[in-house]
């Protein structure tokens, strides 16, 4: 039986997080390097993604995200299935583009 396509899943996190002083920026910047040290990769400036072999592993990566998040600022965490990742349309401009490729990582278990 393969991997189902509604029990693999994707975190996204959006996140808006003040820039205007130097320690803020500081913040921010150590919470996208968590994330990336977390095996998120960049869909657009404030929204990291990452693939996730079951419901279980993204629990693992949410509480991980929920540890980091700043004392100030916007964070949002969406799970989606693979299903429903599949249906996401991306466009460069007005062409459509193939979608988004998923980054090459490791998962040991």
Same mark, same amino acid.
């Given at each position: 039986?393969?991997?189902?396509? /509604? ?13 205007? =002083?130097? #320690?803020?920026r500081k913040i921010y910047s150590k919470?996208?390097? +968590? ?5 998120? @990769?960049?869909?657009?400036?404030? #929204? /990291?993604?990452?693939?996730?072999? @079951?419901?279980? &592993?993204? !629990? ?10 700043? +004392?100030?600022? &916007?964070?949002? #965490?969406?799970?989606? =299935?693979d299903k429903q990742f599949e249906m996401?349309?991306?466009? !460069?401009?007005?062409?459509? =583009? !193939?979608?988004?490729i998923e980054p090459h990582q490791l +998962?040991?278990?």
């Open positions: 039986m393969g991997i189902s396509q /509604y029990k693999v899943m994707w975190i996204l996190v959006f996140f808006d997080l003040p820039t205007d =002083t130097k #320690i803020e919470f996208r390097k +968590e994330l990336i040290k977390d095996g998120f @990769s960049m869909f657009q400036f404030s #929204i /990291y993604l990452r693939h996730c072999s @079951s419901r279980e &592993n993204r !629990d693992v990566h949410v509480k991980r995200v929920k540890k980091i998040i700043p +004392e100030k600022g &916007n964070v949002g #965490i969406l799970s989606i =299935t996401l349309e991306i466009f !460069d401009g007005r062409k459509k =583009t !193939d979608g988004f +998962e040991l278990f």
